[in-house]
């Protein structure tokens, strides 16, 4: 249906939980303000942390995360992943990372506009 | 004229049932406690086995259970059989605030049982333990330290030794009580799953709140003092002939003061203690610290001078983190809330330290008869909880299936979640994999 399929993109983010009221507010100013978000755990370059119960140990390896999915069809994907990177960096690992997707179509489904248009 | 009496009976009537429901509000402090250590799947079966150990509990005991201490007593102290006699507080109203009170004494040590088994016992093998506590495994123990039985100075073993125990509000009768019957019932019910890996090593099994949990012990600690200081039941005590009264202040200090110093000092003392051994101090074992202080001088409140309840209350809740390890260690019980470190050891270590520290001064006669009445309470407890749980597992089985454990047991056994719109799996505690490279890093 659409002629580029480069043209919608879907950019998927990894953050810190605390990091993400400063990355809506980076995303809205980069024009990007429409974003779904979920309550993830994960591993990757973290390091695994130990907890206790009742005096006994355990590795606690999987890290409670934001996950972000944002769609953008006009906005520039770069500034948006300037934006995500600039309000989430702390310079720790566990920082999170961010993913670009392409996206083959969209559907509006309230006014079933497809393409660029329904994003 | 006035009636000295009535005027006595009155006041202290009230205070007894005053305190007998401050003993009642034990119970969702129980509950609580019990509740905020296992995990979420589970807490619905924790409280609805409060609610029927109670609920069960006080139906048995009127029945049942508080007849039944009575005859204990008669049997074991010389005197005649006169069962008629020993029920007759069923159609005699005037002993129905005392029953009352012995009733709340008898919950408290069958609600015990449930944080030791908590997590993978069946319900119905549960309310069977429950029912066998309230009518006969406490009632015997209750007619031979309270009723004139075997351990009392009229008691056969009391008369052998030439004096009665010494157990003020129960902190073997009732706690002791409680914590090794739950032990002798983790044992049979067996470990939860993944509680030991197949090495035996132990893995945590992290419950869902420790707030629960130290909510529920400000509120055990509060009904506390109706356990205490209730048990020093006469306010006031009337000289009929002279038509004076005369205020038991002295008394209604002395255990209101130890009670609380003791449930501070075992705080302190289990706190210092993980924090020594875990690099931090933990709020769990602070709260089992504190509850464990109550226990300890639960027995001891009205013998003991406040320098001696400091130290009783001190061991209590030293002993606790290191009782629950070695019950981990190297009995490999799976006693999910520390039952028999907090209620168990607390009790007969507090209870047998009473001459030590008695305002009387010291008797090697009372202390030979401490530990005979810890030995006799522990081995009938052991004994006939055994005997309970090996009938409740002919004839039901005493633990759920593996599916409904993972499932938990809030679906499993009673259909229901106790937080629907929050389903989750827990931590996981497999020991996790390095994806880093680096060291693992305390958090």
């Known amino acids: 249906m659409s002629d580029s399929e480069s043209e919608i993109k879907m950019i998927v983010a990894y953050i810190r939980p605390d990091k993400l009221s400063e990355v809506k507010q980076g995303l809205a100013e980069a024009g990007a303000p429409s974003l779904t978000v979920t309550n993830v755990s994960g591993r990757g370059s973290q390091p695994s942390t130990t907890e206790q119960w009742r005096g006994e140990e355990y590795v606690v390896d999987l890290h409670q995360k934001v996950k972000l999915e944002c769609v953008v069809a006009d906005t520039p994907v770069d500034d948006v992943v300037d934006a995500i990177r600039e309000a989430a960096n702390t310079g720790e690992p566990g920082d999170g990372k961010v993913f670009v997707i392409d996206v083959e179509d969209a559907v509006q489904i309230r006014t079933g506009k497809t393409g660029p248009e329904a994003v | ?443």
């Open chain 2, 1 to 443: 004229m006035v009636d000295v009496m009535s005027i006595a009976d009155g006041v202290n009537t009230v205070w007894v049932l005053i305190v007998s429901f401050l003993i009642f509000f034990m119970q969702p402090g129980f509950a609580l406690l019990e509740a905020g250590q296992v995990r979420a799947k589970n807490a619905g079966n924790v409280v609805m086995k409060n609610m029927m150990d109670w609920s069960l509990g006080v139906l048995v005991y009127f029945v049942v259970g508080a007849g039944l201490a009575s005859v204990a007593a008669m049997l074991t102290s010389g005197q005649a059989l006169d069962v008629g006699a020993a029920f007759a507080y069923i159609s005699s109203p005037g002993n129905w605030v005392g029953w009352l009170f012995g009733a709340v004494f008898a919950m408290t040590a069958a609600t015990i049982v449930s944080g030791a088994v908590a997590e993978r016992i069946k319900f119905s093998a549960y309310v069977f333990m429950a029912i066998a506590m309230t009518a006969i495994i406490y009632p015997v123990v209750q007619g031979f330290a309270w009723s004139g039985g075997l351990l009392a100075g009229s008691g056969f073993l009391g008369q052998l030794i030439g004096t009665g125990y010494q157990d003020f509000a129960g902190a073997t009768v009732v706690h002791m009580l409680g914590g090794v019957a739950g032990l002798v019932a983790a044992y049979m019910v067996g470990p939860r799953r993944g509680r030991f890996d197949e090495n035996g090593n132990p893995r945590p099994i992290p419950g869902h709140s420790v707030v629960f949990a130290v909510v529920g012990t400000f509120i055990l600690a509060f009904g506390w003092y109706g356990f205490n200081v209730g048990t020093q039941a006469s306010v006031l005590t009337a000289n009929v002939d002279a038509e004076t009264l005369a205020f038991n202040g002295a008394a209604l200090g002395r255990v209101a003061l130890n009670t609380t110093l003791a449930m501070g000092i075992g705080a302190v003392g289990s706190t210092i203690v993980t924090t020594m051994q875990e690099g931090k101090p933990d709020p769990l074992f602070a709260a089992n610290g504190l509850l464990a202080g109550l226990v300890a001088i639960t027995g001891a409140c009205v013998h003991v001078t406040w320098w001696g309840a400091l130290a009783i209350g001190l061991i209590g809740g030293v002993q606790t983190p290191i009782v629950y390890r070695w019950v981990v260690n190297n009995l490999k019980i799976d006693d999910v809330c520390g039952v028999f470190a907090v209620h168990g050891s607390a009790g007969a270590i507090g209870t047998i330290l009473i001459p030590v520290f008695a305002v009387a001064g010291f008797s090697a006669t009372q202390l030979a008869m401490q530990i005979a009445g810890v030995l006799v309470i522990a081995v009938w407890t052991i004994v006939t909880t055994y005997v309970a749980l090996s009938i409740a597992k002919g004839v039901w089985g005493l633990r759920v299936d593996e599916d409904e454990e993972e499932l938990g047991l809030d679906r499993g056994e009673h259909g229901i979640e106790a937080y629907p719109e929050f389903v989750d799996e827990g931590v996981v505690t497999d020991g996790g994999v390095r994806t880093d490279g680096g060291e693992e890093v305390e958090e």
